[in-house]
């Protein structure tokens, strides 16, 4: 395995582990509270009931829309053809500029690895969606700066 393979690679791996962390994270919210409204149907407070059981009723709806993101997170992660490496940016490239270094997968934020900072960028993110566009091209702007592709692979 080459070097920006093996890199890649990497920042992959920490993605994933990102999207896999908040899954797990909103399950355990989910069954918090489900628990929750089975704790409060047991009650008979009347009023006091029944708006605790809307609240949980409500959060249990927050948390299903939140899931959805994060196994969408999951599936953006799967389109990622590991292993290519290519000149053209398109999902799942490294991109380095002379501003910072981009990996279009999903929005994981800031990575550390050996060192070297990433961003783990969406291609629906303002700089995902330019960068996305750019093809073979070696400058771009963005923000107002001017960015200098120093490789992407």
């Keep these: 395995m080459n070097p920006d393979e093996s890199l890649k690679a990497k920042l992959y791996d920490h993605c994933l582990e990102y999207a896999s962390g908040r899954l797990q994270?909103?399950?355990s919210a989910m069954e918090t509270a489900r628990?929750?409204?089975n704790d409060d149907?047991?009650?008979s407070a009347g009023d006091k009931h029944e708006t605790g059981?809307?609240?949980?009723q409500l959060e249990q709806e927050k948390l299903s829309g939140q899931l959805l993101e994060a196994e969408?997170?999951?599936q953006a992660l799967n389109h990622i053809e590991r292993g290519k490496t290519a000149s053209a940016i398109s999902h799942g490239s490294l991109i380095c500029t002379d501003k910072g270094n981009y990996f279009l997968s999903i929005s994981a934020g800031k990575l550390l690895i050996d060192g070297e900072v990433y961003f783990a960028v969406s291609p629906a993110s303002p700089i995902g969606a330019v960068l996305g566009?750019?093809?073979d091209q070696r400058a771009f702007n963005f923000n107002g700066?001017?960015?200098r592709i120093k490789k992407v692979c």
């Excluded at 059981?53 to 949980?56: L, Q, W």
Aim: hydrophobic share 30%; no cysteine; aromatic share 4%.
């Design 25 to 27: 994270s909103i399950r």
């Design 35 to 37: 628990e929750s409204a």
């Design 41 to 43: 149907s047991k009650s």
């Design 53 to 56: 059981r809307s609240m949980a």
């Design 72 to 74: 969408k997170l999951l």
């Design 133 to 135: 566009q750019l093809k």
């Design 145 to 147: 700066q001017s960015y």
